[in-house]
C-alpha cells in the first residue's frame, strides 16, 4: 500500500477505532456496580440473546410436529418448548429492566462521588472556581433528564452491554439463517449494521450541537436558580417571575432551537433507513417462501427462517438507545477529564510544621495572585510579617482583596509568586490538609450545615464531635449561652428548617454559630485564628463589645480581623490598609491616625457619619 494511501485508510479507521476504545470504557464502568448485580444483568441479557434463535428454532419445530397429527405427546413437548422459551425470554427481560435500573444507580452514584470527592478534596480553590471545572462536573453528572430520559453514564454504559447482547443475538440469528441462506443472511447483517450506523451518526450530530452552546445551558442554570431557595425572595419581592420565565423561555428556545431543526432534519431523512428496513423485511420473507414455492423448504423451517431473519433485523433501529449511549459517553468522558485534570495533581508532601502549641511566624515574601480570568494581579508581591500572638486587622476598600488574601493565607490559593511560610517552612511544601488544621476560619460567606446547633460548632474541629462542655464554652463566648435552652431539642436540635423538627435561625444568630465553630477550633488547639467580617449581622451591642468579648478572650492565637466596621478593628494590635495588592499602611490605630492617610480619612468619615446627620451627603457634594 503506498503511503497516502495507508493514511487514507487510517483516517478512515482511526474514528471507528476510537469508536471501539469508548465503547470498552463505557463496558469497565459497569465494574462500578456491585458484582452480584452486574453479574445477574450480564446473564439476563444472556437469556435474551438466545432465547429469541431458540425460539425461532422450535416454533419450526412445532409446525412440523402438528404437521404429523399422528404423535399428540411430541406435539405436547413441542408447544411446551415454545410456550417455556417465551416465558423465559419475558420473565429475563422483565427482571432484567429492574436489575438494569439499579446497576444504573450504582454506576451513577459512583461517578456523582467521583466528581464529590474532587470538588470537596482539591487541595486548593482556584482551578475549582474555572468554568472549566464548573462545566465539566455539570456535564460528568448531568443525568438528561430534562430531555424527559435519563441519559447518564451509567445508561449509557447498560446501554452498550445491551448493544452487545443484541449483536450477539444477530449474529446467532445470522448463523442459523446462513444454514440455508448464506447470502440472505449476510445481507441482512450488513443492512442491519448500516442502518444502525445511519442512526448512530444522525443522534451524535444533534448531542455535538445541544454540546456546543455550553454559555446557553449556564444561563439557563442560573435562571432556574432563581426560581428556587435563596434568590427567591427578591424575585417575588421586585415581581421578577415574569422576568426569570421570559429570560429561560428565550434562553432555552436559543440553546434547543438548533437541536429542535437538527430533529427534524433527522425525522425527514428517516426515509433512508425507512427504505433500507422495509425492502430487507420484504427479502427476508420474499427468499424463504420463494425456496417453500419451489419445493426446497417445508413451511416449519420458513416460519424459523422468518423468525431468525427478524432477529438479525431488530439490530437496525435502536434510535433513542444510540442517543441515550452517545449522551451518557459524553458524561463519562467529561468525569475521566475532570479526573485526569484534577485528582492527585499535587506530590505527596512529607515536610512537617513545628509544633502546634505556640502561634507560628507567618510571613508573606513577595505574594502576587491572580485571578483566573482577570487582567491584573489581586495580591501583588504583598510582604509581610505576622507576628505570633498579635491581634491583627486588615482593612481596605471593597474588591481590594481581602478575602483573597485569606485563602493565600488558609492555603486554598497557591500563590502564583513569591511564598507564604510558617516558622520558615514554605507553605507550598506541607500537606496543605496539616497546614489548614493549624487554622480556625470564619468565612465572610460561612455555611450553615444542615445538622444539629452541636455539630454546627464542633465540624470546625471534627475529632472533637460531642464534645459538649467545649461547645456550650463556644457558644457562650460566641454570645448564644442560652440558646439550646431557646431550641426545642436543646443542642441535638437541627438547625434545617426542611428537615423533620428542624428549626432556622436569624441572620445574626447564624453568624454567632459559625464564631462559635472557629472559637471552638482555638479551644481544641488551633493558634491561628481568622475572622472575616465577623460583625457583618451582628446588632450595634454585640459589635461594640465583640473586642472585649471575643478577641480579647482569645488567649495564646495570632487573630487576623478582617472588617469594614474600623470601631471592630481599632483597638487591634496592629491594623494593615491593603491597596493595589501590598499592604500600604502599617501600624497602631493611633499610628495611622497621626500618619493622617488613607486610614485615617476612612476612620474620619465612618465616624462622621454616625456623629452628624446628613454629613455624608454634604460630603459627598463636595
Ligand atoms: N473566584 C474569583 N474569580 C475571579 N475574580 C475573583 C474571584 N474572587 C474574587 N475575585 C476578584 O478579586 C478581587 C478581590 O476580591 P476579594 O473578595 O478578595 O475582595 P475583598 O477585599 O474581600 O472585598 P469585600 O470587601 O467586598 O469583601 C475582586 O475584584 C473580585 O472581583
Known amino acids: 500500500m503506498r503511503q497516502w494511501e495507508i493514511r487514507r485508510w487510517w483516517t478512515r479507521a482511526a474514528p471507528a477505532a476510537e469508536i471501539a476504545r469508548a465503547r470498552a470504557r463505557l463496558l469497565r464502568l459497569l465494574l462500578h456496580a456491585r458484582p452480584v448485580p452486574t453479574t445477574a444483568l450480564v446473564a439476563l441479557h444472556l437469556v435474551n440473546a438466545v432465547c429469541p434463535t431458540l425460539h425461532a428454532l422450535a416454533v419450526g419445530h412445532l409446525i412440523l410436529v402438528a404437521a404429523d397429527a399422528s404423535d399428540d405427546r411430541r406435539l405436547l413437548w413441542a408447544s411446551v418448548l415454545v410456550a417455556g422459551l417465551l416465558l423465559l425470554d419475558q420473565m429475563a427481560w422483565l427482571l432484567r429492566q429492574a436489575v438494569r435500573d439499579l446497576v444504573v444507580r450504582q454506576i451513577d452514584g459512583a461517578l456523582r462521588d467521583t466528581v464529590r470527592m474532587l470538588a470537596t ?22 443525568g438528561g433528564i430534562s430531555l424527559a430520559r ?34 440472505l443472511a449476510m445481507a441482512l447483517l450488513t443492512v442491519s449494521l448500516v442502518g444502525r450506523a445511519i442512526v448512530r451518526r444522525q443522534w451524535i450530530r444533534l448531542i455535538d450541537i445541544l454540546d456546543a452552546d455550553v454559555e446557553g445551558q449556564r444561563r439557563m442554570f442560573y435562571l432556574s436558580e432563581l426560581a428556587v431557595t435563596g434568590a427567591a425572595k427578591e424575585v417575588r419581592m421586585l415581581g421578577l417571575a415574569y422576568w426569570v420565565s421570559a429570560r429561560f423561555r428565550a434562553t432555552a428556545i436559543s440553546v434547543y432551537a438548533p437541536a429542535w431543526r437538527e430533529l427534524w432534519g433527522v425525522l425527514r431523512r428517516q426515509w433512508l433507513t425507512l427504505f433500507l428496513a422495509t425492502s430487507s423485511a420484504v427479502a427476508a420473507l420474499a427468499v424463504p417462501a420463494a425456496a417453500v414455492l419451489s419445493g426446497e423448504l417445508s413451511s416449519g423451517a420458513l416460519v424459523t427462517y422468518v423468525l431468525a431473519a427478524m432477529g438479525i433485523l431488530a439490530m437496525s433501529g435502536m434510535g433513542h438507545e444510540a442517543y441515550d449511549i452517545e449522551y451518557g459517553l459524553r458524561g463519562m468522558t467529561a468525569a475521566e477529564q475532570l479526573t485526569a485534570a484534577h485528582a492527585t495533581t499535587r506530590p505527596a508532601t512529607t515536610t512537617l510544621l513545628p509544633a502546634p502549641e505556640t502561634p507560628p511566624v507567618i510571613r508573606f515574601e513577595g505574594v502576587s495572585f491572580t485571578h483566573p480570568g482577570a487582567d491584573r494581579p489581586t495580591i501583588d508581591g504583598l510582604c509581610l510579617t505576622l507576628w505570633p500572638g498579635q491581634t491583627v486587622a486588615l482593612v481596605g476598600r471593597n474588591g481590594v482583596g481581602k478575602t483573597t488574601f485569606v ?7 497557591a500563590p502564583q509568586a513569591g511564598r507564604i511560610t510558617v516558622d520558615g517552612v514554605d507553605v507550598a511544601e506541607v500537606e496543605p490538609a496539616l497546614w489548614r488544621s493549624r487554622l480556625a476560619v470564619l468565612f465572610q460567606e460561612f455555611n450553615q450545615y444542615p445538622a ?21 464554652d463556644a457558644l457562650g463566648r460566641a454570645g448564644l449561652a442560652d440558646l439550646p435552652e431557646r431550641l426545642p431539642h436543646g443542642l441535638d436540635t437541627l438547625l434545617w428548617h426542611e428537615g423533620a423538627g428542624g428549626t432556622n435561625l ?8 459559625a464564631l462559635a465553630r472557629a472559637l471552638f477550633a482555638v479551644n481544641a488547639g ?48 496592629r491594623i494593615l490598609l491593603l491597596d493595589g495588592g501590598r499592604i500600604v499602611e502599617d501600624g497602631t490605630h493611633d499610628e495611622l491616625m497621626a500618619l493622617d492617610g488613607e486610614y485615617a480619612r476612612y476612620f474620619r468619615l465612618q465616624a462622621e457619619t454616625f456623629a452628624t446627620p446628613g454629613s455624608l451627603e454634604s460630603r459627598r457634594s463636595r
Do not use: C
Not at 486548593?124 to 460528568?140: K, M, P, V
Not at 465583640?546 to 487591634?572: C, G, K, M, W
Open 526 to 573: 488551633r493558634r491561628v485564628l481568622v475572622l472575616d467580617e465577623p460583625t457583618a449581622h451582628l446588632d450595634v451591642r454585640a459589635e461594640a463589645e465583640f473586642h472585649a468579648e471575643v478577641v480579647s478572650s482569645v488567649q495564646e492565637t495570632t487573630t487576623l480581623l478582617i472588617s469594614h466596621r474600623l470601631s471592630t478593628v481599632r483597638p487591634a494590635d
Open 121 to 142: 478534596s482539591a487541595p486548593t480553590l482556584d482551578r475549582l472556581e474555572t468554568t472549566e471545572f464548573h462545566d465539566l462536573a455539570a456535564r460528568a453528572v448531568d
Open 150 to 183: 435519563t441519559r447518564s453514564p451509567g445508561t449509557a454504559a447498560a446501554g452498550q452491554l445491551l448493544v452487545v447482547f443484541r449483536m450477539l443475538a444477530a449474529v446467532s440469528a445470522t448463523v442459523l439463517v446462513a444454514t440455508r441462506f448464506p447470502v
Open 452 to 472: 444539629s446547633l452541636a455539630d454546627n460548632v464542633a465540624l470546625a474541629s471534627p475529632e472533637h464531635l460531642g464534645d459538649v462542655p467545649a461547645i456550650r
Open 506 to 513: 436569624s441572620g445574626g444568630q447564624w453568624q454567632r454559630v
Open 407 to 413: 485563602k493565600l493565607l488558609s492555603g486554598l490559593y
